[in-house]
């Protein structure tokens, strides 16, 4: 593990030790007075405090944000941009919605592409693009993308198939 990584974790845990070590120290609050029978504390007072919760260090180098990358085909063609990711009930991750064509937001129309399509092979920096294994006349054949209706989603090898989200 690289230094930074591991005094980052060593510093959590010693952070989540020293508050567990805080509340077992803390002086219990004093009795009320006897004339009154204090009422029955609620059931939810005596669950115990939820674990906090875990940490996952990820490299700078490791991963990268995809909203608003540029898309080019293989042949270096602009092919537009990542404007959402589409997942299935499981959270797999299942297709791109690019926003495709036009000319400053005008004339553009967004389609849907597999997941499989895209490839992110020298993404390290922001202003890299995500390769797209499709041409442009492929992706201007396929049907524009509309919330809430079926998705029609353009293959890898230039197939378009329908997804049935309700299965």
Not at 50 to 70: E, K
């Amino acid at each position: 593990m690289r230094p930074r990584v591991m005094i980052l974790l060593v510093a959590v845990a010693l952070l989540t030790c020293a508050n567990v070590r805080a509340g077992d120290d803390a002086a219990p609050a004093p009795a009320p007075p006897a004339a009154a029978p204090a009422p029955p504390a609620p059931k939810d007072a005596a669950k115990e405090p939820s674990p906090p919760p875990s940490v996952t260090v990820i490299g700078a180098r490791d991963a990268h944000g995809i909203l608003g990358r540029d898309v080019r085909s293989s042949a270096n063609e602009d092919m537009g941009r990542i404007v959402d990711v589409i997942v299935d009930r499981d959270g797999k991750v299942r297709a791109a919605v690019i926003d495709f064509g036009g000319f400053l937001g005008v004339g553009s129309r967004k389609i849907v592409v597999d997941w499989n399509a895209l490839r992110f092979a020298g993404v390290s920096s922001k202003s890299d693009s995500i390769t797209l294994d499709l041409n442009k006349q492929q992706v201007s054949a396929a049907p524009e993308y509309k919330e809430d209706t079926p998705l029609i989603v353009l293959g890898a090898a230039g197939n378009l198939h329908p997804w049935d989200y309700e299965h």
